[in-house]
């Protein structure tokens, strides 16, 4: 794990320097950029247990789509089948690692991106980001890691009140990932308007479901593989015989629910109704919460779509560097967030193993 410890100092002692002396320096964000996209891009097979996935999926592609049988985009996206034709085309061999870099350099990329324009410390923000979704979607969900990467960059156009532009945006996001439908979900949401007592309920709500759990299982369970994707019936499968669980009161969680209660109830609410984006995060990450509540009987599904919502987690936690009582030893506090999170979810997770150079054929 020395690697990762390695980065994560290494941005960790970024977002502290900016924190305190705030200095744009493009060289430095592409210089991060390169580095975190050779780390997930270049890492070995063993690494990350999606890796074989993909290279069976990249290795028997044609076989795939030789048949005038489309049932294959049920459970691959048309981007997706699309990337790996477009590499295996131009690479005769390791297309494998081809396609891995393709999909960090272009994630990371539109990622790093929206967070330098969206974020108060962009590198506390990339802080957060590498301590878990890093860890979860470039080094393993690279499909959905795409997705969410157009997701936060179709955020600039909305928040700009460019509504079209960012259901464009989110429609192109679902052909790499079909979850990413639900983005549009957020075009409900007023930016300017935030009700306490309204979100205070939903967050209780979200407790209430998850203590009863609803029995969810007993629908998705007579879904037809031939009328939605198998994963579902996976899911199901999964949830039923006990080998995936959740638990919604994990750390992690509390300490998002804490996160928002905080900045609903302990910063000035003019100070919160003058922030646009503060208000669409706090939107964003307490529907992140709900789901996860509401769709605790079938744990694969709540997690999915509960870390497609609650990706903007790592804007909202980067705001309590600016309304924590600490005033400056607050950013201390933020790296020590961001370094528990990287332990629960990359080392006591046991979600990565021991760093590894891909080995090239």
């Not at 996209?37 to 069976?56: C, F, M, N, W």
């Not at 532009?165 to 052909?175: E, H, K, N, P, Q």
Request: proline share 2%.
């Amino acid at each position: 794990m020395t690697v990762y410890i390695l980065y994560f100092i290494f941005l960790a002692i970024l977002a502290i320097q900016y924190e305190f002396i705030p200095f744009k320096n493009n060289v430095l964000l592409w210089f991060v950029i390169i580095a975190l996209a050779l780390l997930a891009g270049l890492r070995g097979a063993d690494v990350s247990k999606d890796y074989y996935s993909y290279k069976y999926i990249s290795d028997n592609i044609f076989d795939l789509t030789s048949t005038n049988d489309l049932s294959y985009f049920v459970a691959f996206e048309p981007g997706f089948i699309a990337i790996i034709l477009l590499i295996r085309s131009i690479v005769a061999s390791n297309y494998v690692v081809a396609l891995m870099l393709f999909y960090a350099v272009t994630s990371i990329s539109i990622k790093l991106y929206s967070i330098y324009r969206l974020s108060i410390n962009p590198y506390l923000t990339i802080l957060f980001y590498f301590s878990y979704y890093f860890l979860m979607q470039e080094m393993a969900q690279i499909r959905i890691g795409l997705a969410s990467a157009i997701f936060l960059i179709a955020l600039i156009s909305l928040l700009k009140g460019k509504r079209w532009v960012y259901a464009g945006l989110i429609i192109f996001a679902t052909f790499f990932h079909y979850s990413a439908i639900f983005y549009l979900l957020l075009l409900f949401f007023n930016t300017t308007k935030f009700n306490r007592n309204q979100y205070t309920a939903v967050l209780l709500l979200s407790i209430v479901l998850a203590f009863v759990k609803l029995p969810l299982l007993d629908i998705l369970g007579n879904f037809d593989a031939s009328d939605i994707s198998n994963k579902f019936n996976n899911y199901v499968e999964l949830s039923e015989n006990g080998s995936l669980s959740i638990n919604f009161f994990n750390s992690l969680n509390i300490c998002n629910i804490l996160c928002c209660i905080y900045l609903m109830y302990f910063i000035n609410k003019e100070t919160l109704l003058s922030d646009n984006r503060l208000i669409l995060f706090l939107k964003c990450n307490i529907l992140s919460i709900f789901l996860l509540g509401f769709l605790t009987g079938v744990p694969a599904v709540a997690l999915r779509f509960s870390q497609l919502f609650g990706i903007v987690q790592i804007f909202l936690l980067t705001y309590l560097v600016k309304y924590l009582p600490a005033k400056k030893f607050n950013i201390l506090i933020l790296v020590a967030l961001a370094g528990f999170f990287f332990y629960v979810i990359g080392i006591y997770g046991n979600l990565l193993t021991q760093y590894k150079i891909v080995n090239f054929k």
